[in-house]
């Protein structure tokens, strides 16, 4: 996968209407706290491992709600690709 030296700011509600699928009732729903050891560990990966750090993560949950749905596009428009500055080697 290629690394984009850009990023896409959108305004959702102008550039399309979010539809449902037919049929798709099923709504997922995921809750995911975290123990002492998953925060350290998610504190590690972002470079900081201090009880500053961990415990605000420890307090934490994760929610994660998912339903199959389809966007159509109304105003491609709407969305506004900004440049990014780059490190050489990154």
Known sequence: MAVEDRVGVCDLGAFGKWREWPGAEDV???IQSFTA????GRAAEGGEEDA????PLQLSVLLRV???SDMAVE???AIRWISIPTREGV
């Open 52 to 55: 500053r750090t961990v415990r």
């Open 75 to 77: 105003r491609a428009d």
């Open 28 to 30: 997922e729903i995921s």
């Open 66 to 68: 998912s339903s199959a």
């Open 37 to 40: 050891d998953e925060a350290q």
